[in-house]
């Protein structure tokens, strides 16, 4: 028989109503996930996923790696299935896992009975499977407490399962559980990490990004489009939007002072920000903010960018350290992306010596020469729509 998936769901939120939607989110997120490997079934039964290779074509090491990556699973377990009787169950540990056990110095049996009605309870599985494996594997010890290999049995309405220690899943909830926000993507470290996190808690992911050519070049924006193809591996497909900035920099660059750039600048993006959100059905913004990291990351300057928008600003990084930042940036594979050496928009006309404590009354007195209606509709003129397709 063929290996199968044995996928084991976050259970804090297996309780009342939500374990419905939870499952059915995550029954499909996964079958779409699966399509580009082959054939696969998904099913859902005693809060376990099974994903099952239907025939000899499907890729099942790729499906494996997928895996990885799908919110909403704690552990995964590679298994093989076979009959619920003794005979079978240790035949197949042995085809299976028997390398393992000749390479380990001590193992113990693990079992867990579901099947209420397979005639053994757990412990004389255990005992039964663990009696036969020493006999055949005289070099390998039983050792209960602190075993060096583990092997698995579990006995399940449709078949016994067999598997070697599971692996962490991704965590988090079923992408699409938790509604769907607008992440401001910078080419920077910081925004794919917000986005991958927002993910994780179960939150669709769309995002925009403000161009500033001629002041930023082409490889900036591919670079940009790369980092969101990156985020996609966790998110799902998404929708990135691009628009066009230069107007509004240079507007600010020629009729504000100087000291209010980066403010005003960051208060257009996310007045837009929020437009294209409502739109597209978001319900909220992620930005990669984090408090004190630099003059625009105050509380003060937070409280004058926050206040031009009404949606819940989601800064899933706003008390984490660079370090930690960086690690996750590592761990999702981001970061080599993020450090490509281009320029941003908010790079280019950077002020000397930006407020750090400005007030509203202060921001919105430098700004009130631009016409901000005006410059906004232009800006939502100019959106320009990428799907961003799935990555592995
Ligand atoms: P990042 O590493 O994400 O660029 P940062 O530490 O460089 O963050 P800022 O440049 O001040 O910080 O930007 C703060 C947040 O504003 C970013 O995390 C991002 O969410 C948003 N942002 C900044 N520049 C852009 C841009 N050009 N397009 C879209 N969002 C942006
Ligand atoms: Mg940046």
Redesign the pocket.
């Known amino acids: 028989m063929n290996e199968i998936f044995l996928l084991k769901l976050g259970e804090v939120v297996l309780k009342g109503t939500n374990k419905r939607q939870f499952e059915n989110k995550l029954r499909q997120n996964i079958r779409r996930r699966m399509k580009t490997y082959g054939n696969f079934d998904v099913y859902i039964m005693q809060s376990t996923v099974y994903v099952e290779p239907m025939d000899e074509q499907a890729d099942v090491d790729g499906a494996w790696e997928a895996c990885r990556s799908i919110f909403g699973l704690v552990s995964l377990c590679r298994c093989r299935p076979c009959n619920k009787d003794l005979d079978s169950i240790y035949q197949t540990v042995e085809e299976y896992l028997g390398e393992e056990l000749d390479c380990a110095p001590s193992f113990k049996v693990e079992s867990k009975r579901s099947d209420k009605a397979f005639p053994l309870n757990s412990i004389q599985i255990s005992q039964e499977i663990g009696g036969r494996l020493a006999e055949a594997h005289p070099d390998c010890a039983v050792d209960v407490h602190h075993p060096a290999y583990t092997v698995y049995v579990e006995i399940r309405d449709l078949a016994a399962y067999v598997h070697g220690p599971a692996e962490p899943g991704a965590g988090g909830l079923p992408t699409g559980v938790g509604g769907r926000a607008m992440c401001?993507?910078?080419?920077?470290?910081?925004?794919p990490v917000?986005a991958y996190m927002m993910a994780k808690r179960g939150v669709e992911i769309e995002c925009?990004?403000?161009f500033s050519y001629p002041y930023t070049s082409q490889l900036a924006k591919d670079k940009v489009i790369e980092l969101a193809r990156l985020v996609t591996r966790y998110s799902g497909r998404m929708t990135l939007n691009i628009v066009n900035f230069t107007p509004i920099q240079e507007a600010i660059r020629d009729d504000c002072p100087e000291e209010f750039f980066t403010l005003i600048m960051?208060r257009f993006?996310m007045e837009i920000s929020q437009e294209i959100a409502r739109q597209d059905g978001c319900g909220a913004l992620i930005?990669?903010?984090?408090l004190g990291?630099?003059a625009?990351?105050t509380m003060e300057a937070m409280t004058v960018t926050g206040a031009v928008v009404d949606m819940p600003i989601f800064m899933p990084l706003v008390g984490m350290d660079k370090e930690e930042i960086v690690t996750i940036a590592r761990k999702i594979g981001t970061m080599d992306t993020s450090i490509l050496p281009y320029e941003?928009?908010?790079t280019v006309f950077t002020p000397k010596h930006p407020k750090t404590k400005p007030t509203i009354g202060q921001v919105e007195n430098a700004e009130r020469t631009l016409d901000r209606k005006a410059l906004i509709a232009q800006a939502l003129e100019s959106v320009e729509k990428l799907a961003v397709k799935f990555h592995d």
């Open positions: 401001l993507l910078s080419g920077g470290i910081d925004s917000a925009v990004h403000f960051r993006m930005t990669g903010e984090n990291q630099v625009s990351q941003d928009c908010c």
